[in-house]
């Protein structure tokens, strides 16, 4: 017997979507899908990861955007889950219960302009395509993507729920990197109060090892006592003592952060 028109459509959009479940199976573990972006002619890979069924919570997926540092520049859509948070998520495939969305920067060029723009892209992309939740998007990178953080943040105030800048800073570390540095302040007398007021109402938590001699800490303490003269909503410093610039291995493993990050909610 002939379906009814109704049915027929009811059945090809339940058959749609279990094609679009299976060419992603579950195997227990979260795994990375590989995806590209394109915005205005300009093309940029990205990886998502997606949460195991038996990690995920009720509902919509909260998704964390990553944005890695310079070693991981490239175009080959794999290096920038080699550092940072993608080894953090392969250790715990299991049980990490969010989206993570980790874009890649092309060679030479920094987390600014056009790259950010891609990057947003490709979190938007990943929002539709599995599911995440708009209220709960949260964004991360550390040293270059630790500026990044603050150049997105302060484009899109009140897109995130929370911010988590590893190693980052403001200012230029070194001569060699004019570009790398927070352009939207960039020609403030007080940069820091400036990110302190377009950001007092976004949750933070900023992370820096006291002995980085790569990217100094010296901004990230300004930053911080900025966001408390300002009376900042919640916006927290970490600083490991005997850490170096490698601070994102200490930062992403700390269930403390996860706990705190996971709880802020649009």
Known sequence: ?????????????????????????????????????????????????VPAAAARGPGALPVVLFLHGSGE????????????????????????????????????????????????????????EFGGDPKRQYLTGMSMGGYGSWNIALAEPARFAAVVPVCGAVRAPRNERPGLLVEAVAQEADPYMAIARRLENVPLWIFHG?????????????????????????????????????AWDATYADPAMWRWLFAQKR
């Open 210 to 246: 006291a002995r980085d001699d790569v990217v100094r800490p010296d901004d990230d303490r300004r930053l911080h006592a900025a966001f408390q003269a300002v009376g900042a909503r919640d916006a927290r410093y970490t600083e490991y003592p005997h850490g170096n610039h490698n």
């Open 73 to 128: 520049r490239g175009n080959d859509g794999i290096r920038q889950t080699e550092a940072g948070l993608g080894p953090y998520l392969r250790a715990h495939a299991a049980d990490f219960p969010a989206l993570a969305v980790l874009p890649q920067v092309a060679d030479g060029e920094e987390w600014s302009g056009r790259n950010n723009r891609l990057a947003i892209a490709a979190l938007d992309a990943a929002i539709r």
């Open 1 to 49: 017997m002939a379906f009814p028109r109704l049915h027929r459509l009811a059945l090809l959009f339940l058959m749609a979507v279990i094609a679009g479940c299976a060419s992603i199976p579950d195997t227990g573990h979260g795994r990375f899908v590989a995806r590209t972006v394109e915005l205005d002619g300009m093309r940029m890979p990205y990886q998502v990861f």
